[in-house]
């Protein structure tokens, strides 16, 4: 009887296992779910880390060879000449085609280079310039709403006056906007001195975080003792960024 009780309840025993049998199917989901995870961390590390992704480094070809660097950087054309939207509205406009060829009618008016710019002067049809810096439909930015409390442009577009082509600088994912949005001090200045993109850039972390504060404390985001308000708060409320 014990013999037959031995063969009949532990018949694994004569293949030498002495596992029940579901243990093994759980070693199996174990390594199958290990070698999942591992591809899927890899191939997560592979893409979310990738410029494509995060969009730093992307530069786009454009129709027109349009150099900051030369415009900006050594003619010293002010941002707001054609972008002039960015201190009362939402968006810094691109400029219309007229803006270009108040110079450019004088300027190089012959150059094969600067041939779209004067086709869209002759039909009127805009010029199909590529978007850089394109942030998700579900976020809300207001441009105005920075520059005019004294965000450079040269915080999320960097050294903008040196770009012969314009490239994205920054992630501009959540993350590094509520890095800003916790501790907007040392990304702030003088609001006369927003479009001025080498202002300050040789002061040292403590005077930049020193001068921020004064400016919060003027905007109402700290108070005079030097403690967040209220109004502080709301930088990183999502209903701020999220409507």
Not at 49 to 64: D, F, H
Not at 66 to 73: E, I, Q, R, W
Not at 80 to 104: D, G, L
Request: charged share 20%; aromatic share 8%.
């Amino acid at each position: 009887m014990r013999e037959q009780e031995s063969s009949s309840g532990s018949s694994t025993l004569g293949r030498g296992t002495v596992l029940p049998l579901w243990f093994d199917q759980l070693l199996k989901l174990l390594a199958t779910g290990g070698a999942v995870t591992g591809i899927y961390v890899v191939l997560l590390v592979f893409f979310g880390a990738s410029p494509k992704t995060i969009a730093s480094g992307y530069m786009p070809e454009q129709p027109i060879p349009y150099s900051h660097a030369l415009h900006v950087g050594e003619l010293g054309l002010d941002c707001r000449y054609c972008h002039t939207t960015v201190e009362k509205a939402a968006f810094a406009a691109i400029p219309p085609t007229q803006t270009c060829m108040n110079c450019h009618e004088r300027v190089f008016p012959e150059s094969p280079d600067l041939e779209p710019v004067r086709t869209s002067f002759a039909t009127g049809l805009p010029v199909n310039w590529v978007k850089v810096h394109d942030l998700p439909d579900y976020v809300y930015f207001n441009h105005s709403a920075h520059v005019t409390r004294g965000i450079s442009c040269v915080s999320c577009h960097g050294r903008i006056d040196r770009m012969v082509e314009v490239y994205q600088h920054e992630p501009l994912n959540m993350g590094w906007c509520l890095r800003c949005h916790r501790n907007p001090a040392r990304n702030l200045r003088p609001v006369d001195r927003v479009t001025d993109l080498g202002w300050g850039l040789d002061r040292s972390e403590e005077e930049k975080d020193s001068q921020g504060r004064e400016i919060m404390k003027g905007l109402g985001l700290l108070d005079t003792e030097g403690n967040p308000t209220e109004r502080m708060t709301l930088l990183t409320n999502c209903s701020t960024c999220h409507r």
